[in-house]
C-alpha cells in the first residue's frame, strides 16, 4: 500500500507539485482500462481535503486525450467531474457524490435522464448535420457500461454525470444510443417488461430530443442488435448473440 501510495504521489507531481505527497488513497476503483483510485486530497488553503479520482493509463496520451473531451463537455455545460490536471498517462478530477448508475433499480425517469445526458453530449461534440438536422457524426462516448454514470446529489435535479471518456471516438451518435439500449436491457435482472419499458424510454427520449423520434428508433435497431453481439464476443457468451437475434426481430414490436 505505501509503494502505492508512492507510486500515485509520483504520477501526481507534475499536476499537483508538493501537495502529491500529502495524498491520501482512499480506496482502489477500478483495474480494468485504467487503474483509478478514490484520494483524498489538499485544497490550496492547505487546510480542508477533497475528494478526487486519479486514472492512471499505460498508453501514452490517452489521459491528455480524456481531459480535453472532459473540458470540452464542462464548457458546454454537460454535467461531468471538472478536470484537476493531466499528464500524458495520469488524470486527476473531481470525485462526484452520489449512486452509480449500474448500481440502481432502472426507472423510465432515470433512462431519460440518461438520455438527455446523452444528448446534451453529442450536441457538445457534433460534427456533422444531415439536412433534417439530425446528427450523422459526433464525438461518441463510446462505453455507455452503466458504471460509467452517477447521479449528482450535489446538483438540485440530481441529473445524470457521465464519468468515463477514455473511449471517446467520432462516429455514428445512435451507437451509443444502441449501447446504451442493450445495457439498460440486458441490466440485471434483465430483459423483464420493467427493463423493457426503461430501455424503450430511453430511445424515445432522445429521439425526442434530436427533434427526430419517428426516424430514432428504427434507425437504432441496427446499432442495438451490433451491440448485443459486441457483447456477446467480449463476454464469450453465447447467450447475447440469441438476444441480439430475438432483439432484431421483436424492435418494432417493443416500441408498440
Ligand atoms: N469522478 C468520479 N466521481 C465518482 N466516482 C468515480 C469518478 N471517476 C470514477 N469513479 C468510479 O470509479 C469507477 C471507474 O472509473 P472509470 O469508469 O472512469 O474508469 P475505467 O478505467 O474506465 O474503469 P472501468 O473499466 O471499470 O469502466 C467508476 O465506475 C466509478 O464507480
Ligand atoms: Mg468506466
Not at 108 to 115: D, E, F, S
Amino acid at each position: 500500500m505505501r509503494c502505492e501510495r508512492d507510486e500515485i504521489a509520483t504520477a501526481l507531481w507534475p499536476i499537483l507539485g508538493e501537495k502529491a505527497w500529502d495524498v491520501r488513497v482512499v480506496a482502489a476503483l477500478s483495474a480494468k482500462k485504467s487503474r483509478a483510485f478514490l484520494l483524498s486530497v489538499l485544497e490550496c488553503d492547505c487546510v480542508r481535503r477533497c475528494p478526487m479520482v486519479t486514472k492512471i493509463y499505460k498508453d501514452e496520451g490517452r489521459a491528455f486525450r480524456e481531459a480535453e473531451v472532459l473540458a470540452r463537455l464542462g464548457s458546454a455545460g454537460v454535467p461531468v467531474p471538472a478536470v484537476v490536471g493531466a499528464t500524458p498517462t495520469v488524470l486527476l478530477r473531481r470525485y462526484i457524490d452520489g449512486p452509480v448508475l449500474r448500481d440502481l433499480d432502472c426507472t423510465p425517469v432515470l433512462a431519460r435522464k440518461l438520455a438527455t445526458w446523452l444528448h446534451s453530449c453529442h450536441v457538445a461534440l457534433g460534427s456533422a448535420r444531415a439536412e433534417d438536422g439530425m446528427l450523422t457524426r459526433a464525438g461518441l462516448v463510446g462505453d455507455m457500461n452503466l458504471g460509467n454514470f452517477i447521479i449528482d446529489m450535489a446538483q438540485a435535479g440530481q441529473d445524470v454525470c457521465g464519468i468515463d471518456f477514455g473511449d471517446t471516438r467520432i462516429g455514428d451518435p445512435l451507437e451509443d444510443v444502441g449501447e446504451g439500449f442493450m445495457r439498460i436491457f440486458s441490466h440485471g435482472p434483465g430483459y423483464t417488461p420493467d427493463r423493457r419499458e426503461c430501455a424503450v424510454a430511453f430511445v424515445r427520449e432522445y429521439g425526442r430530443l434530436a427533434g427526430a423520434e419517428d426516424r430514432v428508433w428504427p434507425e437504432v435497431q441496427r446499432h442495438a442488435v451490433e451491440a448485443f453481439r459486441r457483447v456477446a464476443i467480449w463476454r464469450g457468451d453465447p447467450f447475447m448473440n440469441d438476444m441480439a437475434e430475438a432483439v432484431g426481430k421483436m424492435w418494432i414490436s417493443l416500441f408498440l
